[in-house]
């Protein structure tokens, strides 16, 4: 349920063009998408916007020279894992403890051979996929495939802290299945774990920007980065109708159902964090219980209370 | 007359560049054999081994202008990046080269030019060698 990239980005620094070029014709029909950056300073900007897998490092540059990059590099939440191999003309042994120390991967010493060049490149993109995809593993849920509670307290952060940024809309859904206890204890845990499944399948239906995690149980979180409180609600509705709608094998006459709270961040008063959101929503989610379950409620807009 | 150079950069950009005095036809200076690239059966590397013969007059006038003017660590940079590149190129000689005349200047201190000349004549030689061969069949 939760995507992979497929074509792996390689950033090259460095201020010699012979050298960019040199990348290119060696890294040609190779599996990955060759960026170039002439500075250091161009080659941080690219580093943040691009986020690559890789980035070949020259060392001696002017102005910031590779060390001095690397160092930004690592002080920078969204560029510290990217991996780091320097291709330098130094071959000073201290130069190279110094840069692996640092938390470089790899050191080439420029001339480089091509065979070589490539092998390097693939290992240390064969390991950085292996890297992500075990942070990947460390963020899913085990039963359904989704997003699990830790994924969904950071990317809750990050997205409120986008939104504000950019003054865009944000709606936040929690999700509970209806006596589910009742569920597990009446067609035995088996059963429950396949209601959690089908629900998370028709969760994960829905429009790929949505951000779909389990919460925790029979709970689920549902992020729509820039949607609003009508359209998220709408959504929420078709969601609610479609889990009451599913057919059970086994057991025909079967209805599941699920409640949901909903709001937004103008929905919010005081301080626009995630905590305020969750609160906000699991409020929602319970005035839906507590109207009778298998509906949906919507918090209010703050300029529309009376 | 002055001569010009006209490049093309790796964005498609092309460069006018203007030749001074430092500049001779390699018939003048040319004293060995045009030397051929290591990779003329790589096709891969025809095209960037084209450009960068058509820029060694650029680099060789580079070079002996920041030589004559003493700018020591713009002279450096180009030798530096020379070095790194000329086996790449396949011009392992350019690199052998290169790499003996930056360490003469880095080394140097006061009279590093007096130190560095004939490390840098060696080089530049090397250039107009490399230079003479670019009508060879197959590199040009």
């Known amino acids: 349920m939760v995507q992979n990239k497929i074509i792996p980005k390689v950033l090259a620094i460095d201020d010699s063009e012979l050298i960019h070029r040199l990348l290119e014709a060696r890294l040609q029909g190779e599996d990955l998408e060759l960026h170039s950056a002439t500075s250091s300073e161009e080659g941080l900007q690219k580093a943040r916007a691009l986020k690559p897998e890789l980035i070949l490092l020259d060392i001696s540059m002017e102005g910031m020279n590779g060390f001095e990059l690397l160092d930004k590099l690592k002080e920078d939440t969204g560029t510290q894992n990217i991996a780091v191999i320097f291709i330098s003309g130094t071959d000073e042994p201290m130069d190279k403890v110094r840069g692996l120390d640092m938390g470089a991967i790899d050191f080439i010493t420029k001339p480089f051979d091509a065979f070589e060049l490539k092998a390097r490149v693939r290992s240390a993109l064969r390991n950085q996929y292996l890297m992500r995809m075990l942070e990947q593993r460390a963020q899913l849920d085990g039963l359904t495939g989704l997003w699990n509670r830790t994924y969904f307290d950071n990317r809750l952060t990050q997205e409120v802290s986008e939104a504000k940024r950019h003054q865009r809309a944000l709606t936040l859904v929690l999700c509970d299945i209806d006596r589910f206890k009742r569920l597990n204890d009446q067609f035995g845990h088996p059963f429950g774990d396949r209601v959690l499944k089908h629900v998370s399948q028709i969760f994960s239906g829905g429009r790929t920007s949505d951000i779909v995690c389990r919460y925790g149980g029979e709970e689920f979180g549902l992020i729509f980065p820039s949607t609003n409180i009508e359209r998220g609600c709408e959504v929420a509705e078709r969601l609610r109708v479609a889990i009451e709608a599913a057919k059970w094998s086994g057991n025909p006459d079967l209805v599941v159902t699920a409640s949901f709270g909903v709001c937004d961040m103008e929905c919010l008063e005081g301080d626009l964090t995630p905590e305020a959101m969750l609160k906000l929503a699991d409020k929602m989610l319970y005035k839906a219980k507590q109207s009778g379950r298998n509906c949906v409620k919507c918090a209010k807009k703050k300029k529309d209370e009376i | ?140």
């Open chain 2, 1 to 140: 007359m002055k001569q010009e150079l006209v490049l093309q950069t790796r964005n498609g950009r092309r460069e006018r560049l203007e030749l001074g005095m430092n500049f001779k036809e390699p018939e003048d200076q040319n004293k060995g054999k045009p030397i051929l690239s290591d990779f003329l059966d790589d096709e891969s590397m025809v095209k960037i081994i084209q450009d960068f013969l058509n820029e060694i007059p650029h680099r060789i006038e580079t070079i002996e202008s920041h030589f004559d003017s003493g700018n020591k660590e713009q002279l450096c940079r180009i030798v530096h990046q020379l070095k790194g590149a000329g086996s790449g190129y396949g011009f392992k000689i350019i690199t052998t080269n290169a790499q003996a005349l930056e360490k003469k200047i880095r080394l140097a201190e006061d009279a590093w030019q007096k130190t560095a000349s004939k490390a840098r004549e060696n080089l530049v030689a090397i250039l107009y060698r490399v230079y003479a061969g670019r009508n060879i069949s197959g590199q040009a």
